[in-house]
């Protein structure tokens, strides 16, 4: 195992450590969805060791040339980052993809002032980065991932148009969904 691989199974380790333990700081759920999050994390999960395991494609090669590995590395450590900077601000609004919570609030501040999904972004690009420096295999793991990332970005936004129905449209006419300026 190259020192890239080393270190990149070890920024997704920590970095999911991190996101099941803040899970524990966000406020209660109110919605049946959220009853089936385990299912949802653990389907998640076969699916990235399936990729790992090149279930879904024939052997790839890893990248080696060193710019490609310095650009992954960089896009790794810029997704996580954006994603555990968006998860602060959100604090205990927190949670699942499409789950509601008691007492939402509308956050618009920090990464959240010009992305309305900077988590799903910071993941995407996290994931975007981990195929670039270690094996484009995981290009799939992005497809699955950002399909169901968008999915869950269009139902929430019908959610918070419902609940926010002054503060969300000026909100999202002024914001990108998850890509600065673009998309």
Same mark, same amino acid.
């Given at each position: 195992?190259? !020192?890239?691989?080393? =270190? /990149?199974? &070890? #920024?997704?380790? *920590?970095?999911? &450590?991190?996101?099941?333990?803040?899970?524990?700081?966000?406020?209660?759920?109110?919605?049946?969805?959220? @009853?089936? &999050?385990?299912?949802?994390?653990?389907?998640?999960?076969?699916?990235?060791?399936? =990729? @790992?395991?090149?279930?879904?494609?024939?052997? +790839?090669?890893?990248?080696?040339?060193?710019?490609?590995?310095? /650009?992954?590395? &960089?896009?790794?450590?810029? $997704?996580?980052?954006?994603? *555990?900077?968006?998860?602060? %601000?959100?604090?205990?609004?927190? $949670?699942?993809?499409?789950? @509601?919570?008691?007492?939402?609030?509308?956050?618009?501040? $920090?990464? %959240?002032?010009?992305?309305?999904?900077?988590?799903?972004?910071?993941?995407?690009?996290?994931?975007? #980065?981990? !195929?670039? !420096? *270690?094996?484009?295999?995981?290009?799939? +793991?992005?497809?699955?991932? #950002?399909?169901?990332?968008?999915?869950?970005?269009? =139902?929430?936004?019908?959610?918070?148009?419902?609940?926010?129905?002054?503060?969300?449209?000026?909100?999202?006419? !002024?914001?990108?969904?998850?890509?600065? %300026?673009?998309?």
């Amino acid at each position: 195992m190259r !020192a890239i691989d080393t =270190i /990149i199974a &070890a #920024g997704w380790l *920590v970095f999911w &450590a991190y996101w099941l333990a803040m899970a524990f700081t966000a406020k209660a759920e109110q919605s049946r969805w959220t @009853r089936l &999050a385990a299912v949802r994390v653990g389907l998640i999960l076969a699916v990235l060791l399936m =990729i @790992r395991f090149r279930v879904f494609s024939g052997p +790839a090669a890893a990248t080696g040339h060193p710019w490609l590995l310095g /650009i992954g590395l &960089a896009l790794f450590v810029l $997704g996580l980052a954006l994603a *555990v900077w968006a998860r602060v %601000y959100l604090g205990r609004n927190w $949670g699942m993809p499409m789950s @509601r919570k008691a007492e939402p609030e509308l956050v618009t501040t $920090g990464p %959240y002032r010009m992305i309305r999904h900077p988590i799903y972004t910071g993941i995407i690009l996290g994931l975007a #980065g981990t !195929a670039i !420096a *270690v094996s484009p295999s995981w290009l799939n +793991a992005v497809a699955v991932l #950002g399909a169901y990332f968008l999915l869950s970005a269009v =139902i929430e936004e019908r959610t918070m148009a419902r609940l926010f129905p002054a503060a969300y449209p000026p909100y999202k006419r !002024a914001t990108k969904m998850l890509i600065p %300026y673009v998309l």
